[in-house]
């Protein structure tokens, strides 16, 4: 059974540096691409980037470019989001999700990242 | 922003036929990409509902089906039941930036 198991919920400061985690299980980690998306709180989801486990070629939206790094280590099946300096705006609700190669057809249960002073 | 439009809200009667449009441009869906579909129930993760245009995964109801037109997609709930009361997004890949995007989502209630 395919199973993505997201690190638990961040309550950080702003300028402070995360890192949250998606566990895979059940399939090739290194044979699919995995994705984050975003989800501020009442609104939409946003594709920020997707990372191929295999080479680690990672692709990122051009509005997350910069903002965020993805990365993955295919000897434990895991996939990270990371910032370095988080502001207040980066408070949402973050899924990671395996691409298939077009659609998303696992999904984590999501990572509630909350930013405030 | 998003660069798939829908319709921030569509509502029917229990067992009436709704539509939720998803309208692109040529760098997306009118380049000839396919389109999914997922349904976001309340507090719950996105779960893929379509894909590929009309195809639908193992265990999703044949009330629902998808479809594709030019720049534009739609997705069709026939028979509309209180549990489908959910946010859906359409999704597809854009070329001019080299990546997926997703549509601006669309309530559903059942009146």
């Known amino acids: 059974e395919v199973q993505l198991v997201q690190s638990g919920a961040e309550v950080k400061k702003p300028g402070e540096s995360l890192k949250i985690s998606c566990k895979a299980s059940g399939y090739s980690f290194t044979n699919y691409w995995i994705g984050w998306v975003r989800q501020m709180p009442g609104k939409g989801l946003e594709w920020m980037g997707i990372?191929?486990?295999?080479?680690?070629?990672?692709r990122y939206s051009p509005s997350f470019q910069g903002q965020v790094i993805i990365s993955a280590d295919k000897s434990i099946n895991t996939a990270y989001l990371q910032w370095s300096s988080l502001k207040a705006s980066d408070t949402a609700m973050y899924y990671c999700?395996?691409?298939?190669?077009?659609?998303?057809?696992?999904w984590g249960q999501g990572t509630l990242v909350t930013v405030s002073s | 922003q998003s660069v798939l439009t829908q319709p921030p809200s569509v509502s029917g009667a229990p067992g009436q036929r709704v539509t939720i449009s998803c309208t692109g441009s040529s760098s997306n869906i009118g380049a000839g990409y396919n389109v999914h579909w997922y349904q976001q129930l309340p507090g719950t993760a996105p779960k893929l509902l379509i894909y590929?245009?009309?195809n639908r995964p193992s265990g999703v109801p044949d009330r629902f089906s998808g479809s594709k037109s030019d720049t534009s997609a739609s997705l069709a709930i026939t028979g509309l039941q209180a549990e489908d009361e959910a946010d859906y997004y359409c999704q597809s890949y854009d070329n001019s930036l080299s990546g997926s995007v997703f549509g601006t989502g669309t309530k559903v209630t059942a009146l």
């Open positions: 990372i191929y486990p295999g080479d680690s070629d990672t």
């Open positions: 999700a395996r691409l298939r190669p077009q659609d998303f057809d696992y």
């Open positions: 590929n245009n009309s």
